[in-house]
């Protein structure tokens, strides 16, 4: 007994290793995001994206490998691994990332064993660890900062906030910048704040910045009085040395564009990543922690948040999964549960004759986007193996399309349908759906934010494929997504071409084309002919984004890219941003 006790007491000791050297490598790249930043190094930003984002994985094989050599790990022996989860649980008593390390050690473990051990007598199905309250062993690196206005003033609190934000590189113009903050503010509240303050008028400002991409982010939550609302101070680099601040971002509805699932992942540099959480969710009350974690690079943590809420969701919910509404996709088999605002998708095992890929391709592509900046404009997806459903929660037309379609990745065993491989995004509008029934107004809006959407992809170096609007969907927030991904590729893969004109007059009658075509070749003349066939559409595409019809306007778009010259996508609106 005391030897079994001994080797379960190792291998939760090996597998923990294992996280605390994961956290540290990852804290490790989080940490170079200041640097990178203020030295405008916009490829070094991408490539340590990318390689913070493959970490998990290679640790994760890293620890199975020394598990299995040191212990002669082969095959499960229920009460070992019982007593390893116990033991493992009591090295987490005084850990400050315990949800971090309880989903590294699910990890471990379910890459080697059968689903039908996971239960929580085997791994962590509830968190065994509260986060409440956990703090940083240095004092001087506490999740926020509190500034009180009532004693400096505003204006003086929001300079100390910038100024103690950590930035080495110096500002353009910190008072011309501080003359912008204060008119956004009076703009914002009509002058009630320099009016009226509160005995509790406080500012709280997570101590170190947000990175991604080409951006800082200050963020801070106000109280005053009976009011509280976050905001969120964007702080940009003029690429010559200096810095300056882009925004002043008020309030759920602005944050929660910035911190959209469609959008990339942040760098923020802590050791309680639980308290940076709980303080976004002050502000983004509508974002669940799932959503939090993710969005500050912890998406494996997202995923065992996301699956919890799930499971409980189930428990206290009877409606069953359904067919999502849209036109059916040729590559992916798409259903819902009404009751929960996500889709379900999962590879089918044929074609339509017209994709001329595998499964193999389809998956890169999805693990392409993962990886990739989605510059606010691609869904993120959770993606999941294994997945148990009860059969008698799917309804009966919905399981017959899984088993005439997609049979190969899923099975059905003792009451559950067991989905092999499976794609969780958030629930959208297609946006064909959302053209059907739009007002005037909308449709203006939503088809500028259309084209608006295709611009950024490409100045990200991402090509859709195909442009069919039931490809996009349209957020709560009225944001254009693109969600469908087997068709898309690199900008710098393409080979943008202008339709040359015919050679004689009966060409242009002609069932086929007078012109030579090769495989990576695009001709954007031709969007137009299945894209504005609405002369509404048509009208308003034309109006704002004619450019996209235009070789030339892609052929720029993928010659800046093979410049290294990264364009600027904000996620707010452009009448947001101050003037320099």
């Not at 039908?116 to 940083?136: G, K, M, P």
């Not at 942040?266 to 959480?277: G, K, L, N, R, T």
Request: glycine share 4%; with cysteine; net charge positive.
């Amino acid at each position: 007994m005391e030897a079994s006790t001994g080797l379960s007491r190792n291998i939760a000791n090996t597998i923990l290793e294992g996280f605390n050297r994961h956290f540290s490598i990852f804290q490790q790249i989080t940490a170079g995001a200041r640097e990178r930043f203020e030295k405008a190094d916009w490829h070094a930003v991408h490539a340590s994206s990318r390689e913070r984002i493959t970490l998990y994985d290679q640790r994760i094989r890293e620890t199975i490998t020394k598990v299995r050599e040191l212990y002669r790990i082969e095959e499960l022996d229920a009460e070992l691994w019982k007593d390893t989860k116990l033991c493992y649980m009591r090295l987490l008593s005084y850990h400050k990332q315990p949800e971090l390390a309880e989903t590294f050690y699910n990890s471990v473990f379910c890459h080697q064993f059968d689903r039908v051990y996971y239960t929580n007598e085997f791994i962590f199905v509830r968190n065994a660890i509260s986060t409440d309250y956990i703090e940083s062993t240095d004092s001087e690196r506490v999740s926020y900062q509190c500034y009180y206005p009532n004693e400096i003033g505003l204006i003086a609190a929001i300079r100390q906030v910038i100024q103690q934000a950590g930035f080495t590189a110096p500002f353009e113009n910190l008072e011309r910048d501080m003359r912008s903050i204060r008119k956004a503010i009076m703009k914002r509240f009509r002058g009630k704040l320099a009016r009226k303050t509160h005995l509790n008028f406080q500012l709280s400002v997570i101590c170190s910045p947000f990175f991604r991409n080409k951006a800082a982010y200050i963020v801070g939550h106000y109280i005053n009085g009976r009011e509280d609302e976050g905001f969120a101070l964007a702080v940009l680099n003029n690429e010559q040395g200096q810095l300056y601040i882009d925004t002043l971002l008020i309030g759920e509805k602005q944050l929660s564009i910035v911190f959209s699932y469609s959008q990339a992942y942040f760098m923020i540099e802590h050791q309680v990543p639980s308290a940076i959480v709980d303080f976004l969710q002050k502000i983004l009350p509508e974002r669940t922690r799932s959503e939090l974690y993710s969005s500050i690079g912890l998406h494996k943590q997202g995923k065992s948040d996301f699956y919890r809420h799930f499971l409980h969701h189930m428990r206290h919910s009877s409606d069953k999964f359904v067919i999502a509404p849209g036109i059916r996709g040729m590559v992916m088999m798409v259903f819902t549960l009404p009751s929960y605002r996500y889709v379900f998708k999962i590879i089918k095992d044929k074609f339509a004759p017209q994709k001329e890929f595998t499964r193999k391709v389809v998956a890169e592509k999805y693990q392409l986007v993962k990886r990739h900046d989605r510059v606010g404009r691609m869904a993120d997806m959770l993606e999941y193996s294994d997945v148990s459903i009860p059969q008698d929660r799917i309804h009966p037309d919905l399981l017959k399309e899984l088993l005439d379609t997609c049979a190969s990745s899923m099975a059905i065993v003792d009451g559950k349908v067991i989905f092999k491989h499976l794609y969780i995004e958030r629930r959208m509008i297609p946006l064909n759906m959302y053209l059907e029934t739009a007002t005037e107004a909308q449709l203006e809006r939503v088809i500028r934010d259309y084209g608006d959407a295709i611009k950024q992809l490409a100045a990200a170096n991402i090509f859709p494929g195909d442009f069919l609007y039931k490809n996009f969907g349209v957020t709560q927030l009225g944001r254009v997504v693109f969600y469908d991904y087997d068709e898309i590729s690199y900008m710098t893969e393409c080979n943008f071409r202008k339709i040359p004109p015919p050679r004689f007059p009966e060409d242009e009658f002609s069932s086929e084309p007078w012109y030579s075509i090769e495989p990576n070749d695009v001709f954007p003349e031709e969007f137009g002919t299945f894209l504005l066939t609405n002369p509404k559409i048509r009208k308003i595409f034309m109006k704002y984004h004619k450019d996209l019809l235009s070789a030339a306007y892609w052929q720029k778009k993928k010659d800046n890219i093979l410049n290294g010259i990264y364009e600027d996508v904000f996620p707010y609106p452009e009448g947001l941003r101050f003037r320099r």
